[in-house]
């Protein structure tokens, strides 16, 4: 005899440190069940919820790293542009020729 499957919800999700969890939640939503461990890959959590909960869908996570990386990315753009414009800022208040046109001592 197999138990019935639950009613509810499984999601699973990407954490901000990249590791993976699901999670339970009940069809009032006023329950959540969170698994005890995280996991390395999405399928491990995935494989994880459906054992625990056999017969309830996991669906797809909404694709949100594309984000985080883009305004990663962009904020190290604006930080090599503004480390430049440091640099040709700093050098331009200097006169072409400051310090190479000092004799050397013998």
């Known amino acids: 005899m197999s138990p ?3 009613g509810g919800t499984v999601e699973v999700w990407r954490q901000d440190d990249g590791a993976w969890r699901w999670r339970w939640v009940s069809p009032d939503g006023a329950t959540t069940l969170v698994s005890h461990r995280s996991f390395d890959e999405r399928e491990e959590a995935v494989e994880s919820a459906q054992e625990a909960y056999p017969g309830l869908p996991v669906p797809e ?7 985080r990386r883009r305004v990663r990315r962009l904020a190290v753009a604006a930080a090599v542009v503004m480390a430049v414009a440091v640099v040709v800022r700093h050098r331009a208040g200097r006169p072409a020729s400051a310090g190479h046109d000092v004799p050397r001592r013998r």
């Open 61 to 67: 996570p909404e694709p949100a790293a594309p984000r």
């Open 4 to 6: 019935a499957a639950p």
